[in-house]
């Protein structure tokens, strides 16, 4: 089973969730883990022996650029994880700006699946993006009334 982890900004957040990536690695079930991370804490993923391969997201982009680069930006890394068919994802961001890019990017590969089981995949993608998104529409719901 091929694992991808999701950690975008925050340095301190991700130093703190190395141990979780280690008892990841030695798990007996998966094969590999991939890490998806913000540019700007490059220097502490670099050589992290828990991590097989890093793809980079420029989080510059997605916290302060214009809507049409963070769409660019959603879509440019959203067709490389594509094609890396992780089987399991943990999303240690839990920030709702990318609980709306993880829905949004779900939505597009479920466009462009080929098989039932891609579909599934996708979905459930989607899935998890939309439980974030949902938390924060029922938080603004709750606000208001």
């Given at each position: 089973m091929k694992a991808l982890v999701i950690k975008i900004a925050a340095?301190?957040?991700?130093?703190?969730?190395?141990?979780?990536?280690?008892?990841?690695?030695?798990?007996?079930?998966?094969s590999g883990v991939d890490l998806l991370a913000g540019r700007s804490i490059a220097a502490a993923v670099a050589g992290n022996p828990d991590v097989d391969r890093v793809f980079y997201l420029d989080d510059r982009r997605i916290f302060h650029g214009l809507p049409w680069s963070k769409a660019l930006e959603v879509l440019r890394i959203s067709r490389r994880l594509r094609r890396e068919?992780?089987?399991?994802?943990?999303?240690?961001?839990?920030?709702?700006?990318?609980?709306?890019?993880?829905?949004?990017?779900?939505?597009?590969?479920?466009?462009?699946?080929?098989?039932?089981?891609?579909?599934?995949?996708?979905?459930?993608?989607?899935?998890?993006?939309?439980?974030?998104?949902?938390?924060?529409?029922?938080?603004?719901?709750?606000?208001?009334?």
């Open positions: 340095i301190g957040d991700f130093l703190m969730a190395t141990p979780a990536l280690r008892a990841l690695k030695q798990a007996p079930q998966v068919k992780s089987d399991v994802g943990f999303n240690f961001h839990p920030d709702w700006r990318f609980n709306i890019i993880l829905f949004l990017a779900g939505s597009i590969m479920c466009g462009q699946d080929q098989k039932m089981d891609q579909l599934i995949l996708f979905r459930g993608i989607q899935w998890m993006g939309a439980g974030g998104v949902m938390k924060l529409a029922f938080t603004i719901i709750g606000e208001i009334f």
